[in-house]
């Protein structure tokens, strides 16, 4: 009788379960409640800009205070939190797609759009375009307000995060192809196939842009730049090893860091080699500009700010663990993460550290900035918001 019941116990328990999930996959989904408003100040795409500068004049001065914090239930890839008016969008690495209240960290809903989001969606107007690996349909544009895709489409495995330069969508896949689609259809309008790609090297590096020029690194160990309307290639330059990291465009100039450590500067419209700095290793964190300056971390805990116009290094501060991630500029001051789940904030103009405070979490994405706060990801699943503690 007691093993009777204790199967008995075993079965209502197992029904429990089943309908608790049940129940939350019944709760699921993802509407705002009324349309976007954008403006200049919000952060709607991986580094800010097309050019992926990731720097905004919006100051967020140290020390800083825990405003929210939100779990989103799955880890998070290599882009960043973004914020459109006030909501928060990001997505984890089970697929699922997050809307937060940007002021209050309250869940707004989510949706499970796949597998993993590795990198940042783009925010157009009342549409995210998400890009997803390990599944078929890989590319889509999903409505926040209607709550549902309006396009999916099979762009192979994609690892990066979606460039929107006019009307169009630019990314690139793991098998080594990038693609240009129509930002209102999903049909793909050009491709590019990296040159000679028996290795199959894939693009794990996000696009940037600038007018008619699209560049981005491959791990074949070149940056690329390509007509933005037609595909062709423009130039490709090599660095000698693989690039994962996202390129910045920033006075007519490409930077962008490699896996050997190596930091190059390239001329944006003939792919000369302008300058390059040996950073001692390896670098998969994106460049940011700000002030004349390339700031870029390195995965032997090293943050570089570097002078854009020679390459000479204008200071070096020792973080104490490999920073992934790219930096985040608010006015005059740096905030970055390493994987001993510290935050730092840094003054651009002499590295010192203004900032250090752990957050509990490794810190793999880059920072946003918008409406007064800081937000940061961990891959504890963790959102956070900071605040200024001083008026």
């Not at 957050?359 to 994405?365: A, H, L, P």
């Not at 990801?377 to 503690?389: G, P």
């Amino acid at each position: 009788m007691d093993t009777q019941r204790h199967h008995r116990a075993v079965y209502r328990m197992r029904n429990i379960a089943v309908a608790l999930t049940l129940l939350m996959s019944a709760c699921s989904g993802l509407k705002i409640p009324q349309p976007l408003s954008a403006d200049a100040s919000d952060w709607t795409m991986f580094g800010k800009y097309e050019t992926r500068l990731s720097a905004t004049n919006e100051i967020i001065s140290p020390p800083l205070t825990l405003d929210w914090e939100y779990d989103i239930t799955g880890g998070i890839g290599s882009g960043s939190p973004l914020v459109v008016d006030s909501v928060l969008i990001i997505g984890n690495l089970r697929g699922e797609l997050y809307g937060l209240n940007a002021y209050t960290g309250r869940r707004i809903g989510w949706i499970d759009l796949g597998d993993a989001i590795q990198g940042s969606p783009v925010i157009d107007r009342n549409v995210a375009i998400v890009a997803l690996s390990n599944t078929e349909l890989s590319l889509l544009a999903f409505d926040l307000v209607e709550g549902k895709p309006q396009w999916k489409k099979n762009y192979g495995d994609l690892e990066a995060s979606p460039l929107l330069h006019g009307e169009k969508i630019y990314v690139g896949n793991t098998d080594g192809i990038f693609y240009c689609v129509n930002r209102s259809t999903g049909e793909q309008l050009w491709k590019f196939e990296l040159p000679g790609n028996v290795r199959h090297k894939g693009i794990r590096s996000s696009a940037a842009g600038s007018g008619e020029i699209i560049v981005f690194g491959a791990e074949d160990g070149a940056i690329y730049a390509l007509n933005a309307e037609t595909g062709v290639q423009l130039w490709r330059h090599t660095t000698g090893a693989g690039i994962v990291a996202t390129p910045c465009i920033a006075d007519g100039n490409v930077y962008v860091g490699d896996l050997d450590g190596t930091i190059s500067a390239v001329d944006l419209q003939t792919g000369t080699l302008r300058w390059k700095f040996e950073a001692g290793t390896s670098i998969y964190a994106s460049a940011s500009f700000a002030s004349n300056m390339i700031l870029v971390g390195t995965t032997g805990g090293m943050m570089f700010g570097l002078n854009a116009t020679t390459g000479a290094m204008a200071w070096k501060t020792d973080l104490g663990s490999v920073i992934n991630s790219g930096a985040t500029i608010a006015g005059n001051i740096l905030y970055v993460g390493t994987l001993k789940k510290m935050l730092f904030g840094l003054n651009i103009v002499d590295g010192s550290i203004m900032l250090k405070q752990e957050v509990g979490g490794r810190i793999k994405t880059s920072p946003a900035v918008a409406n007064g706060r800081l937000y940061v990801a961990t891959d504890e699943k963790n959102v956070l918001a900071f605040k200024s503690s001083t008026p």
